[in-house]
């Protein structure tokens, strides 16, 4: 075959190729105009919804490893110390033993025979003599304890190593949890912004009414009783006390991990409550689900932990009547609520 024709079928190949490719191009980019029409302001009011909740549930599972990565940096830091006695231990026994060896080498120069003939005190030197064989004794001694500190001390600095390696795998999985919530964040940015102007402005002026509405809510400053917009359903104890602590915080914004006093997660919020109560509480709302006595739905009063979706990746206070408040996710503040608004799983009391 000539060069110019196969010059000219290359050509024809190309043509070909480069028409496919063309077509191909207008297919996707129509596919692609399909498949991304413009949302109205309600479907992406949902999209935002369910992007905030998606990082508020990769937050909680953050929250969820707080207590593993807590405890084992703690076993690290005991590790540490043991490990720093022990390296006492080691030195000093090597210093002992370096102290021995040097006074054993001042002797060893010469037989025990020839510093008996050649001794000005043969008594005075057999007293010695029997002197060096105990000192001998103490030279094996030492270093027979001098092994065993040194065992211990490579045993303890291979635990460290190991703990170490845990500690590092919990937070690289929690980072990834962080990650997450970042991701899930900057998607929903990317619906707000494609909204137009006076879209986006409507969206931020309902996300201000709900603030000050919730605002609206919260008890007087200056008094402990609860807003008079609440069900008159009377707390007890320490449970009145994480009530009215919790409503004093309507309208805050949800920030993850915040646990106050002027910013919230779902279970920071609770967190926060409860501890102003004097019961402490895990910054986990998996956690919080086994920090109480577990009660049945029919029994629940305020103050009583709610826990929703399985598995458990947000936490709400009952209020009484049906009505809980709590810090839904990122974008929204704390509010009350409507108790069955999302999928029930559990409920404790705290103290």
Not at 27 to 46: N, Y
Not at 272 to 286: E, F, I, P, R, T
Not at 304 to 320: C, E, K, N, Q, R
Request: glycine share 8%; proline share 4%.
């Amino acid at each position: 075959m000539s060069i110019g024709r196969i010059n000219r079928t290359k050509g024809i190949a190309l043509a070909a190729i480069t028409s496919t490719a063309v077509v191909a191009g207008v297919i996707l980019i129509q596919g692609a105009a399909q498949a991304d029409p413009k949302l109205t302001l309600d479907e992406a009011k949902r999209q935002v919804a369910e992007l905030q909740h998606q990082a508020e549930v990769a937050g909680e599972n953050a929250n969820d490893l707080r207590g593993q990565i807590s405890a084992s940096a703690a076993r690290v830091k005991a590790l540490q110390a043991g490990i720093a006695k022990q390296q006492a231990q080691v030195d000093g026994v090597k210093r002992q033993i370096g102290s021995l060896a040097v006074a054993g080498y001042q002797t060893s120069g010469i037989s025990t025979t020839a510093q008996l003939l050649l001794s000005t005190n043969p008594d005075q030197f057999l007293s010695q003599a029997s002197t060096a064989q105990a000192f001998a004794g103490q030279q094996n001694s030492a270093l027979r304890r001098y092994q065993m500190a040194q065992g211990k001390l490579t045993d303890l600095q291979a635990s460290e190593q190991s703990e170490l390696a845990a500690l590092q795998a919990v937070k690289a999985k929690q980072q990834t949890f962080i990650t997450q919530i970042n991701t899930n964040l900057d998607k929903a940015q990317s619906v707000v912004d494609k909204l137009s102007d006076a879209e986006r402005k409507k969206l931020a002026e309902e996300n201000k009414k709900d603030v000050e509405d919730a605002i609206k809510q919260r008890p007087s400053r200056d008094s402990k009783r609860e807003s008079q917009d609440l069900p008159n359903v009377p707390a007890s104890g320490r449970a009145q006390v994480a009530v009215n602590t919790a409503l004093a915080q309507l309208g805050d914004s949800y920030v993850w991990g915040a646990d106050g006093p002027n910013t919230f997660d779902c279970s920071g919020l609770m967190m926060y409550a409860w501890g102003k109560a004097g019961v402490s509480l895990s910054h986990s709302s998996k956690v919080q689900a086994t920090e109480g006595r577990r009660v049945s739905k029919s029994d629940l009063q305020p103050g009583d932990l709610v826990f929703y979706y399985s598995p458990i990746t947000h936490v709400a206070m009952y209020l009484g009547n049906g009505r809980i408040i709590h810090a839904p996710r990122p974008g929204k503040s704390v509010e009350i609520a409507p108790m069955d608004e999302m999928p029930y799983n559990t409920a404790v009391r705290p103290g």
